[in-house]
């Protein structure tokens, strides 16, 4: 690890790079080429991207030095290169979801988020490595490659938005989107030492993001910092007349928000999320970060939410079931993967879908298939349906009490590569703290709490109010204030 | 045995928007295959749809003009089934919350005979519920292909209960409903664009007896004439298998309006699983008091009612009204006509003869063009001209061409026609003569006690007068000089 200081411009933040931009102490371009750099340096052993246009990038990058010749820069985040998870539609970019069935797969459209980061002045960089369609939580579900956890390239990065998780944290991009349906961006984050944020759902427009669970699916940010979220997070958010279930609401400017916002807080500690299966580690460290917030003067308390235990269960169902529609439209007809030699139209569906999806897609089609069937739905998804209504109930009756909650990201922190890959139901517990987030609707994000002996980096997550992500942001970063873990980075 | 035919009705009817259903790219006909597309509609990774509002305006619209009780609140749910015109593989339609339900629709059944009016019924509907379309399969010598273009047109479908009892009723239904659907300006209903498709379900059983047969799907029926022969068809078929002691199979009949014949498509065994589930991208609508007033405002009233009224108020046959009323434009400028003339008959009958004429001959392009060449003040001052013997019969034509092509005003026309200028009555007293004198057969007859005889001598004297004669005058001179012949 190194000490903070003054570090390699791949490792600063977009807060640094921006000022610096906007005081011509440097370019675009030369940013990019410092990225770009590193990425040939560490790529090799990260596996964060499964595609990158250096090119196209450097051409971006030198738009952005125009505008800003021009006097035309569009903020902070012109010029910084964003790494994008492959399940975000840029336009002429590879969108993949790391699934056979979309290898070739070029986007002809901007979803809204890239739309908004283009408006940004943002460098759309790279299309970041999943577990394919997003299902999974190690990244090891890819169809092209496995992501590597830069503390420790035997562990994996967390998933599924294990390419973005890992590509910040390697200095592969400045910061980066992902999306987050049962933990997706919360839980790699933790894993790989950064800030990574889930939105209220309906705050960040789902238009142009390959759906997963519909219900559950949000676009969200990875940063170094939670300044940098901020500023993320506020290029993608707000009302979107292309998606339904995006919400009319005001987007305040989350940066300048932060400094407004000091506390102190009413925070909740729910007794059901340090139970058993907790890493000793991982648990002291979290419970060191609650001493901090009381050391702030915060009043901490302990709450309950009582069906917390149901919450894996409730997800698996509801996101299947979704699942299991979502993804018939990848059926070999219109654009993807299409089997050879077919004898018919129903053959061409079972060949195609046979050889594009992976094991873990197929398995949670098949689950959605089961709990959707006639006969079935009233037991399995009406039925996790009202739990979700529980559990939001639950969240909803103790922020009557305080402002925000305080658990672990991840029980454990990051995982041997192989460990859990054979065995879902333990690859599924590793979302257990952050899925009835997804279920309740409610924005969530995961910071640094520190590290393990062995040097592995360890989140804690803080779960806002609805539509409360500046709170949520300012909460963190009161922690974040006090302790150096943002200037260390991975050795590569 | 005597036995009953139960048929119910499921009909698809396109609903008129500028949008599909669930995007912004245009909705149409006839265009370069796969031009009306988008993510969405082509279902792309990461689209997602929006509802079009319009749409739901329209089927509430419906509703109310069919007297459906509206749903608070729009909910859609996923359809999901594979097939390859179907971009997502799952329709967005509505599953357990129809946005109407009940209502009915008034039927008119074959009347005695064409200028008589058959006997009118209401038949019930269960539900009617929006949903889109889906795209267009064909298949030729070099594969499968697909067009997308008519994939995500808002789609609305209509189910009627099990209420109707023969192939004439059906066909009724039909007639009526499409009616309904082009007065609402809900849906054109051209069936040769597939804007309106009807499948039946058909059972028979022995008359009086309240169970349902078992029932048989007729699809494909793709023209209101092919709906009433496919029925008829169906309901033959199964009188045959019941009166030679064998079980009719709940099946899906395809039924070819060319050959007359069906086949099976598929058994009960062979029914589809849905697995609805409400679409977790779209919320559902509040449709509140306040949006349906709006729309009830719009509605127009209904073509039987219109009828009803036309035939009381206006004190015109049922050959008039039964012409006029499924054409609301033409009713409208109608009811104009009648009203600024003060002469409805008059007005109904030179509307279905002259103007229908022009229309069928292609002088006029459509109503709105009748309306723009007359416009219903100046057809009523010619209405009024005719009634008063300004304009005879044998001159009407003649005027109404010239205001078809011109903009002068009938007294111009009467005065460039020459109309005005009256035979004096020596003139006429003389053409009187020279026809009695003419027919003496029908100066016998009329001597004789008939009366209608004196028709006999009017064409002649008219003929002579070359439209300068007041049909009245001429009666009068007619009868005068036959009293004293």
Avoid at chain 1, 373 to 386: E, F, I, P, T
Avoid at chain 2, 61 to 88: H, M, Q, T
Avoid at chain 2, 200 to 224: D, Q, W
Avoid at chain 2, 431 to 439: E, M, P
Wanted: charged share 25%; glycine share 10%.
């Amino acid at each position: 690890m190194k000490p903070a200081g003054s570090p390699a411009l791949f490792h600063q933040t977009v807060a640094a790079l921006a000022a610096q931009l906007e005081a011509r102490q440097l370019s675009a371009v030369e940013l990019m080429r410092a990225v770009i750099a590193r990425t040939e340096a560490v790529e090799e052993r990260v596996q964060a991207f499964n595609s990158h246009d250096a090119a196209d990038a450097l051409a971006q990058a030198a738009a952005s030095d125009a505008r800003r010749a021009a006097g035309q820069a569009r903020g902070p985040l012109d010029g910084i290169p964003v790494g994008l998870k492959d399940v975000i539609a840029v336009e002429g970019q590879p969108l993949t979801a790391s699934s056979r069935m979309l290898a070739n797969f070029v986007s002809p459209y901007d979803g809204t988020a890239a739309r908004k980061l283009k408006a940004a002045g943002a460098v759309c960089w790279g299309r970041l490595n999943l577990d394919e369609f997003a299902m999974g939580s190690s990244t090891e579900n890819s169809a092209f490659r496995t992501t590597r956890n830069p503390w420790d390239l035997e562990r994996v990065p967390g998933g599924s938005s294990g390419g973005s998780a890992a590509a910040v944290a390697a200095g592969e991009a400045i910061v980066s989107f992902g999306s987050d349906t049962g933990g997706s961006i919360r839980q790699p984050a933790a894993l790989c030492g950064i800030v990574g944020m889930k939105p209220t759902y309906g705050l960040v427009s789902r238009y142009g993001l390959i759906a997963f669970a519909s219900s559950l699916d949000q676009i969200g940010p990875f940063a170094r910092t939670v300044e940098d979220a901020a500023i993320a997070l506020g290029a993608v958010a707000g009302h979107d007349p292309l998606d339904s279930t995006s919400v009319p609401v005001e987007v305040p400017d989350y940066r300048a928000e932060l400094a407004k916002r000091r506390g102190p807080w009413k925070l909740g500690i729910p007794k059901e999320y340090f139970g058993a299966g907790l890493d000793p580690e991982v648990g002291a460290a979290v419970e060191a970060a609650i001493g901090h917030y009381r050391k702030l003067g915060c009043q901490v308390r302990e709450i309950s939410l009582p069906h917390t235990k149901y919450a894996v269960g409730a997800y698996y169902i509801i996101a299947t079931a979704e699942c299991s529609s979502n993804l018939s439209r990848y059926d070999g007809i219109r654009y993807g993967h299409r089997a050879a030699g077919a004898k018919d139209v129903v053959d061409l569906y079972f060949q195609s879908r046979a050889e594009g999806f992976g094991a873990e897609v197929k398995r949670r089609i098949i689950l959605g298939t089961y709990v959707l069937s006639s006969g079935y739905y009233d037991a399995y998804y009406l039925r996790a349906q009202k739990v979700r209504t529980l559990i939001r109930r639950d969240f909803l009756e103790a922020y009557k009490e305080v402002d925000a909650i305080l658990t672990p990201t991840s029980p454990t922190p990051a995982f041997k590569r192989g460990e859990k890959a054979a065995d879902p139901l333990a690859m599924y517990l590793s979302d257990t703290y952050t899925i009835g987030v997804n279920l309740a609707g409610l924005p969530g994000l995961s910071l640094p709490c520190g590290f393990t002996r062995d040097g592995l980096p360890i989140g804690l997550q803080i779960i806002g109010q609805p539509f409360a992500e500046a709170e949520l942001l300012a909460i963190a970063q009161a922690y974040e204030r006090d302790h150096d873990w943002v200037g260390r980075h991975p050795e590569l | 045995m005597n036995y009953e035919a139960v048929i119910g009705l499921e009909v698809h009817v396109q609903v008129r928007t500028k949008s599909k259903m669930f995007s912004r790219t245009a909705a149409g006909y006839g265009l370069p295959a796969n031009t009306l597309t988008d993510p969405v509609v082509l279902a792309l990774p990461g689209a997602l749809p929006v509802m079009n509002r319009a749409a739901l305006d329209q089927v509430v619209k419906a509703g109310l003009l069919l007297g459906c009780e509206i749903a608070a609140v729009c909910k859609w749910d996923r359809k999901n089934y594979f097939y390859p015109d179907s971009p997502k593989n799952y329709q967005i339609s509505q599953y357990d919350q129809p946005i109407c339900a009940g209502g009915s629709v008034e039927i008119e059944l074959p009347g005695a005979a064409r200028n008589v009016m058959g006997e009118h019924k209401r038949i019930p509907l269960t539900r009617i519920h929006l949903e889109e379309d889906v795209g267009k399969l064909s298949h030729d010598a070099g594969g499968s292909v697909i067009d997308f273009n008519r994939a995500g047109t808002p789609l609305m479908e209509i189910v009627s209960e099990p209420a109707l009892r023969s192939a004439d009723e059906a066909f009724a239904f039909l007639t009526a409903l499409k009616a309904v659907m082009i007065y609402g300006g809900i849906s054109d209903c051209d069936m040769e664009k597939g804007q309106l498709r009807c499948d039946a379900n058909i059972s028979i059983r022995p008359a009086g007896e309240a169970k349902l047969g078992t029932k048989v799907e007729l699809k494909n029926l793709n023209s209101i004439s092919f709906v009433r022969d496919g029925i008829a068809h169906e309901i033959r078929r199964q009188l045959a298998v019941a009166e030679r002691g064998g079980t009719i199979v709940q099946e899906t009949r395809d039924y070819d309006g060319q050959t007359g014949a069906s086949q099976s498509l598929r058994s009960k065994e062979m029914a589809h699983d849905y697995r609805y589930f409400p679409d977790p991208d779209l919320m559902p609508v509040r449709v509140d008091e306040a949006w349906k007033a709006r729309l009830r405002a719009e509605c127009p009233e209904l073509p039987f009612d219109r009828q009803r009224r036309f035939l009381e108020r206006y004190q015109v046959p049922y050959t008039i009204t039964s012409v006029l009323v499924p054409d609301r434009e033409l009713g409208d400028y109608f009811e104009e006509v009648a009203q600024l003339s003060g002469e409805p008959h008059l007005a109904g009958n030179w509307i279905i003869n002259t103007c229908l004429q022009f229309l069928n001959d292609g002088q006029l392009a459509g109503v709105p063009d009748l309306r723009t060449k007359i416009p219903p003040a100046r057809a009523a001052d010619f209405i009024r001209k005719r009634a008063a013997g300004a304009i005879t019969s044998a001159a009407a034509a003649g005027v109404s061409s010239a205001m078809l092509t011109g903009t002068a005003s009938t007294d111009e026309i009467i005065k460039a026609q020459g109309l005005d200028a009256r035979a004096d009555a020596g003139e006429l007293e003389q053409w009187c003569r020279d026809a009695i004198a003419g027919n003496p057969k029908a100066l016998a007859d009329f001597k004789s006690g008939k009366e209608s005889a004196i028709n006999g001598f009017k064409g002649p004297v008219m003929k002579a007068a070359k439209g300068k004669a007041d049909p009245r005058q001429v009666d009068e001179t007619l009868r005068r000089l036959l009293a004293q012949a």
